[in-house]
């Protein structure tokens, strides 16, 4: 049983920096992605950060480029987001998920229960 856990989010002022986690559990890496994504009250989904699972390879929102970082430590299972210069536009409940490709949430198989991020 696979399972996602996100932490690391809470209110901020516009400019500060917050470091989100998606510890992973009962998953055996593929050769997709996995990534972060965000959805605010009457948006829908969008995809912020994606890494290729094991790889360097990394796409971002263009909102976010500059000031975000995805990465990932495989010896903890553990999918990082750090999030500096926040503005008031990134706030949104941030959810992690695995097994998929690019940015298009559709294509990812796993999510996190996610973790409200409020500028």
């Known amino acids: 049983h696979v399972q996602l856990v996100e932490s690391g989010g809470g209110s901020v002022q516009a400019g500060d920096s917050v470091r989100l986690s998606c510890a992973a559990s009962g998953y055996t890496a593929s050769s997709n992605c996995m990534g972060w994504f965000r959805q605010a009250p009457g948006k829908e989904r969008e995809g912020v950060a994606v890494?290729?699972?094991?790889?360097?390879?990394?796409w971002y929102a263009d909102s976010v480029k500059g000031r975000f970082t995805i990465s990932q430590d495989n010896a903890k299972n553990t999918l990082y987001l750090q999030m500096n210069n926040l503005k008031h536009e990134d706030s949104a409940m941030y959810y992690c998920?695995?097994?998929?490709w690019g940015l298009g949430p559709e294509t990812y198989k796993i999510w996190g229960q996610g973790t409200q991020v409020t500028v």
């Open positions: 890494i290729r699972t094991g790889s360097t390879s990394t």
């Open positions: 998920a695995i097994d998929g």
